[in-house]
């Protein structure tokens, strides 16, 4: 079965301390994983598109990396402000007319 | 400015009722999609279209219907039938399905509460 996982569930950090956030993925013949950030009470905001291992994409203080089975979002110096739930999506194989399978999120706390 | 846009952003249905969320999109996309998001529970696709006059279900679309008669608008009408309908609903486009178009790009969503 196609499933995306996300870990840890929620993650507290000091501001400045880095982390990454995992997501696992079990989905054959990957065509595309993507990354969103979620505020409360909206709707997510695209961050990266990775499409085969060895790939990684940055912005600001993210960067984003692709193997064979997971990617990671690393965040660097996170800020307050980067505090939010990160979305972690794959794009079914085949003709599924660009169905994204979602994991769980990471809620990600940072403190001053 | 390009984006979509969901209206209304609160909306309150008493049981039985019917109500159609709206989805519009000026990206000039081909694909919409509506999602629907609980406490705790990832996103959940409920129908999507790749083009104008077509749709299909999604994991959960029992309980709700579509249409797509124009390529920038895409409501959702959630009906009486849907048995739990308190939720945070998403629409999201992307300009098609093949691999490097598939990025979606959401609205700022509908939390509908059923009194």
């Known amino acids: 079965e196609d499933q995306v996982t996300q870990s840890p569930e929620a993650l507290r950090l000091q501001e400045g301390e880095s982390s990454s956030l995992n997501c696992s993925y079990t989905?054959?013949?990957?065509?595309?994983l993507f990354w969103y950030r979620q505020d409360p009470g909206k709707g997510p905001e695209f961050l990266f598109t990775?499409?085969?291992a060895g790939e990684e994409k940055e912005k600001e203080r993210l960067k984003a990396t692709l193997t064979k089975k997971e990617s990671f979002l690393h965040i660097t110096a996170p800020k307050p402000e980067d505090s939010a739930t990160y979305l972690c999506?794959?794009?079914?194989?085949?003709?599924?007319?660009?169905?994204?399978?979602f994991g769980q999120g990471t809620e990600l706390s940072v403190k001053p | 400015d390009g984006g979509i846009t969901q209206s209304p952003k609160y909306l309150f249905r008493k049981e039985g009722q019917n109500v159609t969320l709206s989805c519009e999109q000026n990206l000039n996309h081909d694909a919409m999609y509506w999602y629907r998001q609980d406490p705790g529970q990832g996103l959940r696709l409920i129908y999507y279209s790749q083009i104008v006059n077509d749709f299909q279900k999604g994991d959960i679309a029992e309980g709700y219907s579509v249409s797509r008669e124009k390529k920038e608008s895409f409501p959702l009408t959630v009906t009486s039938a849907q048995k739990n309908p308190t939720a945070f609903y998403l629409c999201?486009?992307?300009?098609?399905?093949?691999?490097?178009?598939?990025?979606?790009?959401f609205g700022p969503g509908t939390r509908l509460t059923v009194l």
């Open positions: 989905v054959s013949g990957l065509r595309g």
């Open positions: 990775l499409y085969s």
């Open positions: 999201a486009s992307s300009r098609g399905y093949a691999r490097k178009w598939a990025e979606q790009f």
């Open positions: 999506a794959v794009q079914k194989p085949g003709n599924q007319g660009g169905k994204l399978i």
